[in-house]
């Protein structure tokens, strides 16, 4: 992954792969991992520790006779990487390390929804996060997460909020910027990053569940993320949880994105509260015992409780992730209390706990979402 890279195949990109996901990792775990022998493992490596993407970490005892052993691990500073979140109002961007840990963010808003004038904005983002020079030669590759859905981590299909239809944007933006581009869902990408270096590492099966803006969700199985001709449809916002709750703008009762997105739960409370609130103030009422707020906010904890169980139910999954901005809503009494209640109510008595696990309510985990997309397109192009 420098500037020479040593010709490989898929034996090579596994490699690399299980070691950036799990390392530092023991030799024999590895090589058991990979069906690799010791000698077959040593001479897998050997490039990459000779180019320095790979080191070695400290010594731990391999038993009483032999050499003691070195774990192996990336070298997570070696190239940096770029994610972008679009919205309907801004790109918002994070400069992470190989493992899509964040070093620094930049946001930038949207001038127009023109394909152009977006690029633009992406490309100015990229080139702050590179540096105050503007000098992008150092970045490894960028990813761009997006509400919509794409084809080929290039080309976006559909993207109602910019009113888009087919968009080749990670073409547009890659001969702008001279980069390796890739463009995703940005529900998939937000997996991604769980899959390979979230709450969902070392998991075989889990699902995600999203809550902000809209409601979205992700499933991986055997240890890779189901993709359909429909994902990115949005169609896990729509599944029905309360018959007597509110209306989506699609005209939908009580469905996920009508009973957890932040802008129904704040517009519910502004109705009882006689003025409009912030999905943050709301959250802050319930917890301090607002009544009308611990209605709504209740309410949507035990809507989400239903969806995580139905998620359950369906995959026979025994780990949910929570994910998005609007997660924040699991860290106030209530709605955590039913939750709980939510899942145990629709959960045959007898089925096993299921584990639920909640990650970043910052609006930037979808950026970093992006940022692993655009790592995992580097690792599978190494030698190719």
């Not at 699609?250 to 509260?273: E, K, N, Q």
Request: aromatic fraction near 4%.
């Amino acid at each position: 992954m420098t500037t020479t890279e040593p010709v490989l195949g898929e034996s090579g990109r596994e490699l690399v792969r299980e070691v950036l996901i799990h390392g530092p990792i023991a030799r024999a775990e590895l090589g058991r991992r990979l069906g690799l022998s010791p000698a077959s493992l040593t001479r897998l490596s050997k490039p990459f520790l000779d180019r320095g993407l790979f080191v070695e970490g400290a010594v731990e005892l391999a038993g009483a006779v032999g050499r003691p052993a070195k774990p192996l691990d990336v070298r997570v500073d070696l190239q940096r990487f770029v994610g972008i979140k679009l919205t309907g109002d801004q790109a918002l961007g994070v400069l992470t390390d190989l493992r899509a840990k964040t070093l620094g963010e930049h946001v930038a808003d949207l001038a127009g929804h023109s394909p152009e004038e977006v690029v633009e904005v992406l490309a100015a983002v990229v080139e702050a996060l590179a540096g105050s020079g503007g000098d992008v030669a150092d970045i490894a590759g960028v990813g761009v997460s997006i509400g919509g859905k794409v084809t080929g981590q290039q080309v976006v299909l559909r993207a109602p909020f910019l009113e888009w239809r087919e968009v080749d944007l990670g073409g547009m933006l890659s001969r702008r910027l001279g980069l390796p581009v890739v463009v995703e869902n940005d529900v998939v990408a937000l997996t991604e990053a769980e899959r390979w270096f979230g709450l969902g590492r070392g998991i075989d099966d889990f699902a995600v569940v999203t809550t902000g803006a809209g409601v979205g969700y992700g499933l991986v199985i055997h240890g890779r993320q189901v993709i359909t001709p429909d994902t990115g449809l949005g169609l896990g916002g729509h599944f029905p949880l309360d018959p007597t709750g509110p209306i989506c703008a699609d005209g939908h009762r009580g469905c996920s994105t009508a009973m957890l997105s932040t802008t129904s739960m704040c517009a519910s409370a502004a109705v009882g509260l006689g003025r409009l609130v912030s999905y943050e103030e709301l959250l802050a009422l319930a917890a301090a015992g607002n009544a009308v707020a611990v209605q709504v906010v209740g309410t949507a904890g035990r809507s989400l409780g239903r969806m995580i169980a139905a998620v359950a139910n369906l995959t026979m999954v025994g780990t949910v992730v929570l994910s998005g901005e609007g997660i924040g809503l699991v860290d106030v009494p209530v709605a955590a209390s039913e939750m709980r209640a939510g899942i145990a109510a629709d959960r045959d008595p007898d089925a096993s706990e299921v584990r639920v696990l909640t990650g970043d309510a910052d609006f930037g985990a979808w950026a970093r979402g992006a940022a692993a997309v655009a790592v995992q397109a580097r690792i599978g192009a190494l030698g190719a």
